[in-house]
Structure formats: C-alpha cells, structure tokens
C-alpha cells in the first residue's frame, strides 16, 4: 500500500492565483514526520518544511502555507499568489519514528504557472 | 557551505555495461542515501548508511547493484551489467542525523543515467 499519497499529478494555475497541493498520508505509527520537498527542473530536491506528529498546528511561511489534519491523515500545501519560479514538482514525504531515517516519498505532482 | 556533490551529472551507457556513480555528502553528515527517481515519480530509497554501515539496503537489487562507503564519507553506487531498466536519475541525498533522528534531507543534483 502506498503509504503517501498525492492524487493529482499535474496542475496548471495562470500566475497570482492560489493553488492548493493535496498529500494523504498511511502510517500505524504515533510519532512520525512529514515533509514537502520541491524539485525544479535542475532535478535538486530542495526541503520546505518538516512537521511532527505532536504538532498539528497549521503553518505559513511568506507565500507558502501548510495544514496538517491528523483526523484526515493529509498534510496538504497551498501557495498563494502564485508565481512563475514555483513552477516545480512538489513531493510530499513521511518518516515513521519506528524505523529511523526511512522516507517515504509520494509520486508528485508537477505545478506548472502560467505567466 | 558547500552541498551534497554528485558526479557524473549524465551517463548514457549500452546495456550490458557497468556504471558507477560518486557521492560526497555534506560534511559532518552521518547518513547517506541512495534513491532512484524514475521518471514521473517519487525517489524510492536504495541504500541507507549510517557512517560505514549499511543499515538499510532491502531494496538494493544485489544481483547487480553495489554500494560502498568506506570511510564513511564519500559513497560509490555500482551497476554492472546495466539493463534497460536501469535507466532514472540516481540521487545521493545527507543528514546529519543517525538513528532515530529524522530530519530533513539534503539532496544532490542527481546522476542521470540511460541505457541504450
């Protein structure tokens, strides 16, 4: 079973508008991490942001806003005002605590905005 | 401070070849990945060390797949023989953290690689 989810593969947003990134996430583990990671086209993942388990509360960063749900098991990405240097893919990845360093990726989804 | 280094950044090989990518973490990171990224997906985990040890290589394919890290620094990633199959973007990915830590990943550029 796939134990990150992200449903929509490709989204196109014309630029300034707001765009929301759905990541559900399977785990049986009560402390755990997840992560957003974005990959422009250079190929290098670059970190966004963690959240643990413990930590539900929602986060906004410049542009970039997160809302963690534990009830739905998803952790979903929005950024506002979008712009043409967001166009990326953006992974969603979980660390369950039990078995240490061990990341689970999503399959992405590929943000194109359109000037 | 300089990041995660990978080389070659492209390799284009024929089937039946051998191929060997280099990693250089970042210094003072204990943990090294190695992931394949196919293409329109997400890295799948290939090999996990801490320092010299490698403690998670489940899906490593043993028959043709080969990883080092001797001294616990840099990492070599072999294939031999490539197969068609083979071909993705091969990413070395550090953290600082051993064990239980799990921090956020920092990633290199990646080695493309196809085979012909």
């Known amino acids: 079973a796939q134990k990150v989810t992200q449903a929509q593969t490709e989204i196109s947003v014309v630029e300034k508008e707001d765009v929301t990134l759905d990541c559900v996430y399977e785990?049986?583990?009560?402390?755990?991490?997840l992560f957003w990671y974005k990959q422009p086209p250079s190929g290098e993942l670059v970190f966004l942001i963690r959240?643990?388990?413990?930590?539900?509360q929602n986060e906004i960063s410049g542009r970039y806003s997160w809302n963690f749900q534990k009830s739905t098991s998803s952790f979903n990405f929005t950024i506002t005002a979008s712009q043409v240097v967001d166009s990326a893919v953006y992974f969603c990845?979980?660390?369950?605590?039990?078995?240490?360093?061990?990341?689970?990726f999503g399959t992405g989804t590929s943000l194109t905005v359109i000037p | 401070e300089a990041g995660v280094v990978q080389s070659p950044r492209y390799k284009i090989i024929e089937k039946k070849q051998p191929v060997a990518f280099w990693c250089n973490p970042i210094s003072g990171h204990n943990t090294l990945y190695w992931y394949r990224q196919n293409l329109g997906q997400g890295p799948e985990l290939l090999i996990r060390?801490?320092?010299?040890?490698?403690?998670?290589d489940s899906q490593l394919p043993k028959d043709r797949f080969s990883a080092e890290r001797l001294k616990g620094v840099d990492s070599t990633l072999k294939i031999q023989p490539a197969e068609l199959g083979d071909s993705a973007v091969y990413l070395c990915?550090?953290?600082?953290?051993?064990?239980?830590?799990?921090?956020?990943?920092?990633f290199g550029e990646g080695s493309r690689l196809t085979v012909l």
């Open positions: 060390y801490e320092n010299e040890e490698a403690v998670d």
């Open positions: 990845a979980l660390s369950e605590g039990n078995t240490g360093n061990q990341f689970y």
């Open positions: 959240r643990n388990s413990f930590d539900e």
């Open positions: 990915a550090s953290s600082p953290g051993q064990g239980s830590y799990t921090g956020e990943l920092f």
């Open positions: 785990t049986r583990d009560t402390t755990y991490y």
